[in-house]
């Protein structure tokens, strides 16, 4: 019987070499992954996945599937013997020591509250972040024992000691603090039941873990008191005793239960736990994560006892963490007031917060939600190309710019002024002659008129020199500037030049000329390619005194769309005229002492246009004509004189 066992064990012993030899030798390559979705085996072949690498050895010998260390950079672990695709397709960090000896898999003693672990300082800062606690990686401990050593030492209990002959008082804290405070500490082990009272002593000196000082058996002289207090670092309200010593989380209803002032009560075991108890006069349980904190309760808040409670982390109208946009005047599409700064406001720990952007609008506030929470942030003002867009589509690009788009203006870039658009176009080509609409920054840049003029002109602050020429337009108002707000507030100065014509009557009966006729507006006659263009448009604009104060308005809202130039309001809602001027002739009508012209939506006030008298000649300019016609050119549009606007405080 006894052979024939010895016989079967030999056969059986046989059978599994022989698979063992069959199975080795039916594996013919590496596969970097298989049919079955496996990386990184020794298999036959035929069991490689198609479009991935295969090589007929065994994988300890490829590049592709050699072993090596993962380090994982969001959790910080690190996995050993980890084939380098496996690694990279999980996004990890791969390296080619198999046994993770690298710096980012160096292991220290991560302090977690009560409790420690010996893990990578990656991994540290991730489990403290999740438990909520401040990271204490400690990575000149590498053994486990005197790791877990370490959190001990962070027990917290009551620390009673001697302070004169007979009479015992307490300190509150950490262990370690115990310990530091008072030195050569020794231990000794009091078991009651399942509970086990680690007591730390010197001479006269006792910890108590889990024990607070008021806990009647230490024979302190700490006693109970209905003062509250707030702990550097944490979110709840807490009792204090007349030791001005922590005690447990402030509950009103159990003032008079001794348990409470005897032992440690943990968060989640007080009242109101996995609430934020905002407002709450009886629990001081607060939870910042749930949306409170402990904070000094308010004169009509009226806690049942001390002078703090939980206070929400909302401020009036918004949630905490929601940032908002504030304005200090009315804005945008080249309506922000001289002095005008946009604000963003920030609502945390219940407070809020305000935060100016950029001065002299340099940046603008801008406002969006991300879910239910509104979001801000001050960018950068980006005015400065505005002028050069000639297209609609591209100005008004918010992602290139904050522009806005007006018609019936354009930049003339030869004179680099603004001017009037007219409505003729090539007759060969269809095109306008002149541009549709001129592109104007939304958010117009603040200046320094403070400082001392550069600019070649010298005149008064605040006075205004007419245009050399009689006519009907524009001058420039310039306080004391920089050349760069001379430069700006120029563009919108302009003079529009029309043709006036006036014929004779027919002579009477006795072959005597009669008198002539009353000059008649033309309009303005341009010449292109060899062809002479009018454009009647400015005649109505003279002959129609509500529609020259509407055109003045309008060149004025130019102005200030350009920076603090032309005639507008401050921030404080003051208004000045001295960066305003509007001509007719050599008489001005708006502006400096004239009458008040503020965007397009208010009146310019009333002109005075003048009369032009002119002799007809044969050619069309000055002379005598036996036809009886004659042309005068005279400047006879308004216009908008502008300059930097002043702050008025």
Sequence with gaps: MKNNMKILASIALLLIALLSISLTSAANACCEKTTSGAWCQNSQSE????????????CEATSYCKKGCCFDSQEGLCME??????????????SDSADCSIAQCSLGCCVLGNEAALVTKVRCKTLSGFYGLETDFRAGITDEMACLAEAKSEDEGACVYEDSPGHNTCTFGKRSECSETFSDTSSTSNTTGNETEITSTTAGTKFHKGMLCTAQGLNTDCQKSKITMLVEGKDEVY??????????????????????WTYVVEKSDACGAGQSNAGSKTCGNCDYYLGSMGKKA??????????????????????????????????????????????????????????????????????????SYSEARCTVNKWQDCLQQLDQEDCEDINARDCYWMDGYYHDSTTNTIKSSNNITDTTTGEYLTGQGVCLP????????????????????????????????TGYVEPKSDVSASDMCGLGNGVLTVTYEKTKRPMDFIGIWGDDKDWQCKGVITTYDGNE????????????????????????????????????TNWIGEYTDEGFAAYNISTRFAGSGGAKILGKNSSAGTASQQTTTGTGTNSGTSGTSDSGTGLETVSQVAGAANNIKSVVS
């Excluded at 013997?81 to 791969?94: A, I, L």
């Excluded at 209803?253 to 348990?259: A, F, K, Q, T, W």
């Excluded at 529609?547 to 603090?564: F, H, P, R, T, V």
């Design 47 to 58: 069991l490689c996945a198609p479009d991935f690498r295969q090589t007929p050895t065994s």
């Design 81 to 94: 013997n980890t084939p380098q695709k496996v690694c990279q397709d999980n996004e990890g960090s791969w």
């Design 239 to 260: 009792y204090v005793d007349t030791c001005k010593q922590k005690a447990n989380i402030y509950d009103s209803s159990r003032y008079d239960d001794n348990l409470y």
């Design 298 to 371: 308010a004169w009509n808040a009226n806690p049942v006892y001390g002078n703090y409670l939980c206070s929400s982390l909302d401020c009036a109208g918004h949630k905490h963490g929601e940032s908002w946009c504030v304005y200090d005047s009315p804005r945008d599409y080249g309506q922000d007031t001289v002095g005008s700064r946009d604000f963003k406001e920030v609502c945390a720990d219940g407070e809020i917060l305000q935060e100016p952007c950029a001065d002299f609008r340099n940046e603008i506030c801008v406002q969006g939600t991300s879910g």
């Design 442 to 473: 939304r958010h117009p840049p603040g200046f320094t008129f403070w400082g001392s003029s550069s600019s070649s002109t010298t005149t008064t602050n605040g006075s205004f020199s007419a245009p050399t020429t009689g006519s009907f337009g």
């Design 533 to 568: 263009y009018t454009d009647t448009v400015p005649c109505g604009l003279i002959d129609n005194i509500e529609k020259m104060k509407q055109w003045a308005s309008e060149m004025n809202s130019i102005c200030y769309s350009l920076g603090d130039c032309g005639g507008y």
